[in-house]
């Protein structure tokens, strides 16, 4: 039969739309014409193909071939269809089955020796030709990736000549390795930090457990030397792990980002239940933080999806990068827009921010050191917008410490491995609230689930009175007092829960966020 028809699969996003390669060969000068809209690299696989096929000890045949990739209209990329041509050109004349390749999908690169070399997006096809219902043949560098996915039926061959002596076997036990599901193992921290190591700092400290059980945006300020990074740290260390749903989704992105950011080994079953750690300089671009460019790759917000993003000494970037945040931080995705098309990037992420209270970082010191004059100072506080402010959940002053809290003395004393306390608060939460943490409630669910006793209902009436609160505000310390209530085992927000919340969102250094001193809770 002259026709072949190979299943694969193309990598927009974090999505893998289906791709039809259709392989027809005819009489004529010998050659080979893709068509379908094909990048460069997937032009230039005419001669990897070419080649892989010979050294695998297969006939190239000496015909004219056309090879489609439908649909036409979806841009094509990478070297990851060279499997899929490779094998449609050996259907189409006769040396493989092509019964064989109705219920296959295939992805891979080829070496010019016939080897097959690992490409990104393996996870998001991978879960795509599980809910097709497909087998699905890969390279067996991502051996590893496709034991993520639970119910695939997935084979990895080394190169083209296994994958072609497995379509033949047969009756014959296939050359091919079986991808299984292996469960993941409990994930090994690479954390450096822990609460413990913290001295010092009860409010911070307060907060961080707070934070880490809502998943609540932080911003810590404070001069120089006071712990913000070390805090910043051990917060990831309090994250638990990641529920299967969502650690699925995290190794999908890294996935896509592959190689070029580094997540080369991203599938390896030991810490792929981790949340992601990202803290990008403060010289980064929009772009690099958001996501898009050549490829429209993920950014930094979507690299963190499930995880932290620090972002320390936050005045420094640039602000209209820092405004780029407020659309995934409200509303948990973002979209790239090209004139072609549009591409969607989950961006669930919990912000924590470190930052000077103003230019020297001595700002309210007591011990005098700050020289800055005012203007110098709502300056550089002015980088900071209202709107962007606006959106946290929390923000905590980490003073200078009185005396050195470095002795045994200063070390909290311990009451029970709060990472413990977290988990239980997190899984309380998913249940109640659909699958929600507190800090990404909004709208009707939030008025449901932050219910108040008739003292929180005044102070929350006071505090409109008294501060100039946005709705969002108030929905934050709401959030906020939610996480607090629950972690205290109640079921209504009562007055000192909320008075907390209040504690924990000190916006007063900072005019465009409308901030005024916290009024005295009783």
């Not at 070297?79 to 992805?107: F, K, N, T």
């Not at 002015?382 to 929390?394: H, K, N, Q, T």
């Amino acid at each position: 039969m002259s026709l072949a028809i190979v299943h694969t699969r193309a990598n927009i996003g974090v999505e893998a739309p289906a791709v039809t390669v259709e392989t027809h060969l005819s009489n004529g000068l010998p050659g080979m014409a893709i068509v379908g809209l094909p990048a460069t690299a997937v032009r230039e696989s005419r001669e990897r193909v070419r080649c892989a096929i010979l050294n695998a000890g297969m006939i190239f045949p000496a015909r004219r071939m056309t090879i489609n990739l439908a649909p036409a209209d979806l841009p094509k990329s990478g070297g990851r269809y060279d499997l899929a041509i490779a094998v449609g050109i050996l259907a189409a004349s006769g040396q493989l089955p092509v019964e064989a390749l109705a219920h296959c999908e295939m992805l891979g690169e080829l070496a010019l020796t016939g080897e097959l070399r690992v490409v990104d997006g393996i996870l998001p096809a991978a879960l795509a030709a599980r809910d097709a219902r497909r087998r699905l043949i890969l390279p067996t560098a991502s051996h590893a990736e496709a034991c993520l996915v639970r119910d695939l039926e997935a084979r990895s061959a080394p190169d083209l000549r296994t994958v072609c002596d497995g379509l033949l076997a047969g009756a014959r036990p296939a050359p091919w390795r079986v991808c299984r599901f292996q469960e993941p193992d409990t994930p090994k921290r690479t954390a450096t930090v822990s609460l413990a190591d913290v001295r010092g700092q009860p409010l911070a400290r307060r907060a961080l457990v707070i934070a880490a059980a809502g998943a609540h945006d932080l911003l810590l300020t404070g001069p120089p030397g006071t712990g913000k990074t070390m805090l910043a740290n051990a917060l990831h260390g309090l994250l638990p792990a990641l529920p299967e749903a969502h650690a699925v989704e995290v190794a999908a992105i890294r996935s896509v980002a592959g190689r070029r950011h580094g997540f080369a080994g991203h599938g390896s079953p030991e810490h792929w239940l981790l949340p992601p750690w990202r803290a990008p300089h403060h010289n980064a671009t929009a772009v690099a933080l958001t996501g898009g460019g050549q490829g429209l790759v993920p950014g930094e917000v979507t690299l963190a999806h499930r995880g932290l993003l620090f972002l320390d000494e936050l005045p420094e970037f640039d602000r209209r990068v820092l405004e780029g945040l407020r659309e995934p931080m409200e509303a948990g995705e973002i979209t790239v827009s090209r004139a072609r098309h549009r591409v969607r990037f989950p961006a669930r992420f919990q912000l924590v921010a470190a930052m000077n209270p103003c230019p020297c970082g001595h700002d309210g010191d007591p011990s005098g050191l700050c020289q800055c004059r005012p203007e110098r100072i709502s300056r550089y506080l002015d980088r900071l917008s209202g709107p962007f402010l606006d959106r946290l959940d929390m923000a905590v002053d980490v003073p200078r410490p009185e005396s050195l809290p470095l002795s045994d003395q200063a070390r909290p004393t311990p009451s029970g491995d709060p990472r413990e306390m977290i988990a239980a608060c997190r899984r309380k939460q998913w249940r109640r609230n659909g699958g929600l943490l507190n800090g990404e409630l909004d709208g009707a669910r939030l008025q449901r689930v932050c219910r108040t006793d008739s003292g929180a209902h005044r102070l929350l009436e006071e505090l409109m009175r008294t501060q100039s609160l946005s709705g969002r505000g108030v929905h934050r310390l709401l959030r906020t007092a939610r996480t607090i209530a629950d972690l205290a085992q109640q079921r209504l927000i009562s007055e000192p829960h909320l008075a907390e919340a209040v504690a924990c969102r000190n916006l007063a250094r900072f005019p465009l966020a409308g901030g005024q001193r916290s009024p005295a809770v009783r």
